[in-house]
């Protein structure tokens, strides 16, 4: 498959075009690029404030160092990776979902390229809202989940990535993102 094609359907997931969201559900290579799509949201998310830091006053108030940017960058692809496979299972063992774990991931995997626009720190938010509306898309389109069962999921798996980052926290090595401070 060629760049072209990659970024028309990653664009068609985003845009919530039925057709090509079917076709890159069916495509077993998808979560190939849809890693890398992950990847390059992890990326812009964390080097965003390093390249356009937080200013109050003109006074620069955060700025991360590049070290603390890859962290973070590693971590965020670990854990988003880990949300959406578990998501994937969760929805097929508890519900019958009709959209395995790894066909989740590339297809809700894709939809990450809205996540380029959080190089903006600004935009970061409304990337993730977007990211999560084209999410109760796929499971409400592709998984055939129905209002309750995906609010039921989407709570379980809150808690869950919660107690992860709890945990992750209290054993010292949660990326600086993750630091609650308990």
Not at 7 to 30: I, P, Q, W, Y
Not at 67 to 78: G, L, R, Y
Not at 118 to 133: M, R, T
Request: hydrophobic share 60%; no cysteine; aromatic share 14%.
């Amino acid at each position: 498959m060629d760049f072209r094609t990659i970024l028309k359907r990653a664009l068609g997931v985003a845009t919530f075009n039925d057709k090509l969201t079917m076709k890159l559900a069916s495509d077993k290579e998808a979560y190939k690029p849809a890693l890398v799509f992950i990847g390059l949201a992890a990326l812009a998310a964390a080097f965003g404030p390093v390249l356009f830091p937080t200013s109050y006053g003109g006074y620069v108030i955060f700025r991360p160092d590049v070290w603390t940017a890859i962290w973070v960058a590693a971590s965020n692809f670990a854990f988003d990776v880990l949300a959406i496979l578990l998501i994937g299972y969760l929805a097929n063992t508890l519900f019958d979902s009709k959209l395995k774990p790894k066909a989740l991931l590339g297809v809700f995997g894709s939809a990450y390229i809205i996540g380029l626009l959080a190089i903006i720190p600004q935009l970061s938010v409304v990337a993730f809202l977007w990211i999560a509306v084209v999410g109760v898309y796929i499971f409400k389109k592709i998984g055939k989940l129905d209002w309750g069962q995906l609010v039921l999921l989407i709570v379980l798996v809150a808690v869950l990535l919660f107690f992860l980052m709890w945990l992750l926290n209290l054993l010292g090595i949660a990326p600086p993102v993750m630091d609650f401070g308990f």
